[in-house]
T-cell receptor, first 116, second 113 residues
Framework: EAEVAQSPRYKITEKSQAVAFWCDPISGHATLYWYRQILGQGPELLVQFQDESVVDDSQLPKDRFSAERLKGVDSTLKIQPAELGDSAMYLC??????????????FGPGTRLTVL | DQQVKQNSPSLSVQEGRISILNCDYTNSMFDYFLWYKKYPAEGPTFLISISSIKDKNEDGRFTVFLNKSAKHLSLHIVPSQPGDSAVYFCAASEIQGAQKLVFGQGTRLTINP
């Protein structure tokens, strides 16, 4: 069964360091999402790509976060510099598209980030 | 501003009985609602959805009810099984836009043998 792949699964870093997360969506899925889930809360969308283009990055803290999907396939989310408040689970999801009818979003296992 | 709220952080139910998880929303532009299930160390997995043109959708042991006037939806699991123990997230998306999902805080369901 096709799955969304993410790496690393766990990352521990010190404040002010740079970190990067990688996501490989299900083959053929044009839409890719990055979510952040803080402990005790639900996932919150950071950025959404349609192919290589950003559809929504309104909740992405652009002073320190960046995301790219250069060839419209896999994607990288970067934080520089990391802050204590960035400790969270970072989830990647993909879907076949974002036009009606609503396609299901498939989630990867996530990257657990701890900032010390 | 929490647009989707799950007011019960946890719920404990006896195996074989009915589990009812609740979700409230405030945004009247939401027209599509979903429930996701999450096990530890895994990403959320889609469980069931409902469009605002319906008030009920059923899939096996899982039924979602939507009350638009009250801006409330619920997930019923019957009969509950030990494998149903997980965190359940309610999510919603708007009629227009890029189908951004807005999630609730989650409810941890524990099924006791």
């Amino acid at each position: 069964e096709a799955e969304v792949a993410q790496s690393p699964r766990y990352k521990i870093t010190e404040k002010s360091q740079a970190v990067a997360f990688w996501c490989d969506p299900i083959s053929g899925h044009a839409t890719l999402y990055w979510y952040r889930q803080i402990l005790g809360q639900g996932p919150e969308l950071l950025v959404q790509f349609q192919d290589e283009s950003v559809v929504d990055d309104s909740q992405l803290p652009k002073d320190r976060f960046s995301a790219e999907r250069l060839k419209g396939v896999d994607s990288t989310l970067k934080i520089q510099p990391a802050e204590l408040g960035d400790s969270a689970m970072y989830l990647c999801a993909s879907s076949t598209g974002w036009t009606r009818p609503r396609p299901e979003q498939f989630f990867g296992p996530g990257t657990r980030l701890t900032v010390l | 501003d929490q647009q989707v709220k799950q007011n019960s952080p946890s719920l404990s139910v006896q195996e074989g009985r009915i589990s009812i998880l609740n979700c409230d929303y405030t945004n009247s532009m939401f027209d599509y609602f979903l429930w996701y299930k999450k096990y530890p160390a895994e990403g959320p997995t889609f469980l069931i959805s409902i469009s605002s043109i319906k008030d009920k959708n059923e899939d096996g042991r899982f039924t979602v009810f939507l009350n638009k006037s009250a801006k409330h939806l619920s997930l019923h699991i019957v009969p509950s099984q030990p494998g149903d123990s997980a965190v359940y997230f309610c999510a919603a998306s708007e009629i227009q836009g890029a189908q951004k999902l807005v999630f609730g805080q989650g409810t941890r369901l524990t099924i006791n043998p």
